[in-house]
Nanobody
Framework: QVQLVESGGGLVQAGGSLRLSCAAS????????MGWFRQAPGKEREFVAS????????YYADSVKGRFTISRDNAKNTVYLQMNSLKPEDTAVYYC?????????????WGQGTQVTVSS
């Protein structure tokens, strides 16, 4: 069974940094796209960043571009989200997700989320 487990969330001051981890297990993700989403209280879940396991091409939401960096460690089957220059509006539950590489593919697998709180 595929499992995505997030970790690394916590409380940080505005301007600070935090690195989230997503440990993937249950299958090989070489032909998958891994992504990070977030959901703040009262808001819908939104896309943050994604990375293709094969090749490592990345894509970012405009709101985090230049501040967040997504990466992966193939040996550890782990995806990371380095978050710098954090803002209070970044406060949300962050979720790791995975989908196939076909255009328009649904994000099939999801983790349980990790809370990130940025104080002003």
């Amino acid at each position: 069974q595929v499992q995505l487990v997030e970790s690394g969330g916590g409380l940080v001051q505005a301007g600070g940094s935090l690195r989230l981890s997503c440990a993937a297990s249950g299958r090989t993700f070489s032909n998958y796209v891994m992504g990070w989403f977030r959901q703040a209280p009262g808001k819908e879940r939104e896309f943050v960043a994604s990375i293709r396991w094969s090749g490592g091409s990345t894509y970012y939401a405009d709101s985090v571009k230049g501040r967040f960096t997504i990466s992966r460690d193939n040996a550890k089957n782990t995806v990371y989200l380095q978050m710098n220059s954090l803002k209070p509006e970044d406060t949300a539950v962050y979720y790791c997700a995975a989908r196939g590489t076909v255009v328009g593919s649904t994000w099939v697998y999801w983790g349980q989320g990790t809370q990130v709180t940025v104080s002003s």
